[in-house]
Structures are given as C-alpha cells and as structure tokens.
C-alpha cells in the first residue's frame, strides 16, 4: 500500500478542502447566471445551493465536525445554518433576517432536489445574484478559519 492510500477520507477532507469546493460551485454559478438564457435555470440555483452548502460545511469541518457529522446534514440548507450559527459562524458574518429568509426559500427547493430533476409549477425562489453575492461573501468571511485548520494561506 502506498501512503496515500492509507490516508483516510477524514484524514483528507479538510474545511479548506471544502472551501475550496464552494468557491468553485460559486465561481460556476456566476458563470452560469452570465449567460442570460440561463441566468434564472435550474443549474444557477443548483450551483448557488450546492455552494452554500460546503461553506457551512467547510466552517463545521473547520470546527471539529466530522463527515459523518456532515452527512448527516444531509443538503438542507437550514440545518447546515444551525448548525454553523451554534459553533459561531454569525461572528464571523452576521446573517441578517433577509440572507436568512433567502438561504431558506432556497432550502425548499434545494433540499427536494428540484434543481437536479425537473419539477413543474411555480417556485418562489430568491434572485440567483442575490445568492450568488451571499455565498461570496459568506465564503470571504471563513477563509481565515480554513487557512488557519490546515496551516496555510490561499491567495
């Protein structure tokens, strides 16, 4: 066995692994909502959520949560906020009431998959920019807590 192998995926998942997720399902929602004949399609929303998602849980891992732990969460949106706000992440970027009501308008749909198999009928959902723009801003406010888990500094 070569050591690689021996590392386990607790060992290798790391918050800043996980940021590095949501970055990169961010970066691909605005790609995505840039383009005008898919700036309100189901992939931006899918991409925003996912997003969303590994930032909190890039903080909890951050903050001792294991995967197990995370999986747990499953992809709800407002469980990932609980769980994230009662290990403090509201010091870190304080939610205001609307970034709340909009992370949980998205959870409706996020949470049943509707963006990953089509659903017919009206959805009430937040502006993808709007998600977007949270989730950056979001994501800005825990690197520090991810760089300092793993020992490193990202540029």
Known sequence: MTEEQLITDEERTTGMGLWTDARDMLAAAKLVCAEPRLANSSPVFYLAGHGIEEVFKAFLRCHGHSLKDLKNIGHNLDHALGAATSHGFEDLFPLTAQDKAMIGRLNVYYKAKHFEYRVTGTQTLPQP????SLGERMLG???GVCEASVGVVRT
């Open 129 to 132: 920019q709007d998600l977007i």
């Open 141 to 143: 406010s825990i690197k």
